[in-house]
C-alpha cells in the first residue's frame, strides 16, 4: 500500500466531546523520520490517540492538538498572506493549489504543463509535501479552512476526511463524465474511494502485494511455479527448505510488518471488523485460521523470526539464498533489477498471492492513492477537470514513465511496458482480486496491533489463542470512541425523525 496503507483519529475528531467511558492516554509520541535514514525523533508528550506508520506506505503521522493545529493554521495564513493562500481569480484566470505527496508531488508538475495548455484559463499551483508531513499538514489546513483544491490522499485515508466532511463527494462529477467511469478502474482500488455509499476520490495510482521468489531454488524443490492454494504453497515452502538446508529459509516474513498475518486472515474470509466497524472481528474462526497460518510458518522453521531492522539488506540475503520468497509490492520490482548481481537477474520471479483454496481466494491488500477535491474548494468544477486529466490512460502511462508507479486504469495497463513485462503481469493479476481495508479512521492503529499480537505468538511469548483473544480486546477498546459516536449519531436521526412526525 506505499500507499497507501494510513489514518489516525484526528486532531478535529479528538476535538469532539468525548463520551463519558473514552480513554486518553498521555505519553511521548514516537514521530516516523523524515526520511528512512534518518532516526526517529521523541516528541513532547500529547494526550492523543496514535498510531504508527505503517510500513511501507509512507503517509503516517499522529496529528497535533487540536488548538495547536489551528493555532498552526493561522500562522501559516498569515506568514504567506491571506490572499495567497486562497483559490482565486486573477484577470479571469481560475488558479488552482493542488498537493502532491513524496516523488509524485515532485513531477506532477510535468503533466499539469499539459493541462494548463489545453485548459487556457485555469493556472495549477502545486505544493510538494513529504509523506511524513502530509497527514498532519492536512488537518491543519482543514481547521485553519485553509484546504489546496486538490490534492494526493492515501486512499486509507480517505474516510477520516470523508468523516471530518473535508471533502466533496464526487458521484455527480462521476455521472457526467466521459473520462471517469467505475468500471475503468480497479473494482477492488475504487471500493477504498466509496465511504457510506458515496465517491470521495478517483485512484490515481495503485499498489497491493505479491509474492517474489527465487525461481533456481523453486525449481531445485520440483516446482516451475507457485502453487495457488496454502496446501500446495506449504509443501512447495517446505521443499525449498530441505534444498536451502540449515540457517537458511523458504520465506521472509518480517515480523514488524502487519500486512502479512492481515493479508492471510482476510484471505481466510475475515472482515476484519464486524457491524459496520464497531467491533472486532479478530478472535472469529476466519482470523484465527489465517492467524494460525502465518504462526505455523516459524514454528516449523519456514520463515525466521527477524524484523525488518534485524536484516541488513534484504537485497543481498535474497542474492545469497537466505530466504527464497517475500511478501512485498511493486517499488521493489526496480530495486531488485537495480541491486540484485547481473547473475541473478534471470533467477527471480513474482507470482499473485496463493489462497486458501486456490487462486480466487488469493486476496491481497488495495492500495494506492486517490485525487480528491475538498469541500472549500471555491472552484470544483475547474477542479474536477484536473482530476479527469490527470485520470486519463495516456497521461497515467506518463504518471508511470515518471514515477514507478502502477497506474489506477485498467486502459493503461494494455501497454507492452506494462503487461510485457514479466514481474508487472502478476500485480495486473492480483488487482483484480484486492480488497479494501475496514473504512474506519482508526485502522491504521488496529492493524499495528495485528502485528504486535503476531510477533508476540511468534517469538512464543504468547499461545496464539491468548494473542487473539488480547487483540480482540484491544481493538474493541480502539473502537469504543467509534461505537459511541455512532450511537450518538443515530440516537440524533431517530430524534429529528421522530420529531418531525
Partial sequence: MRSPVRSRLSPALRHRAAPPTARTVAGPVARPPASPAQPHRAASPVPCTIAVPLAPFRHARCGARPRRAAAGALAALVACGLSACRTGRDGGQVTLRFWGMGREGEVVGQLVSEFERENPGIRVRVQQIPWTAAHEKLLTAHVGEATPDVAQLGNTWVPEFAALDALRPLDGHVRGSAVVTPDGFFRGIWDTNVVDGRVYGIPWYVDTRVLFYRTDLLKQAGYDAIPGDWAGWLEAMRRVKAVVGPGRYAILLPTNEWAQPVVLGMQAGSPLLRDGGRWSALAEPAFARGFDFYVALFRDGLAPALGQ???????????????????????????????????????????????????????????????????????????????????????????????????????????????????MRAFYEQLQRVRPLPKVPEIELIVQRVAAAAERAVRGNEPTARALSRLDGEVNQILEKRRWMLARRAARAGAATGGGR
Fill in 309 to 423: 531492522t534485524e536484516i541488513s539488506n534484504i537485497f543481498q540475503e535474497f542474492a545469497r539464498g537466505f530466504f527464497a520468497m517475500y511478501i512485498t509490492g511493486p517499488w521493489n520490482v526496480g530495486e531488485m533489477r537495480n541491486r540484485l548481481p547481473p547473475d541473478m537477474q534471470g533467477k527471480w520471479a513474482t507470482a499473485p498471492l496463493p489462497g486458501p483454496t486456490g487462486a480466487a481466494s488469493g486476496t491481497s491488500l488495495a492500495g494506492g492513492s486517490s485525487l480528491v477535491i475538498f469541500r472549500r474548494s471555491a472552484h470544483p468544477a475547474e477542479a474536477w477537470r484536473l482530476v479527469e486529466f490527470l485520470s486519463r490512460p495516456d497521461v497515467q502511462l506518463r504518471f508511470t514513465r515518471l514515477t514507478g508507479d502502477l497506474p489506477a486504469r485498467t486502459e493503461a495497463w494494455r501497454d507492452t511496458s506494462l503487461l510485457g513485462n514479466r514481474h
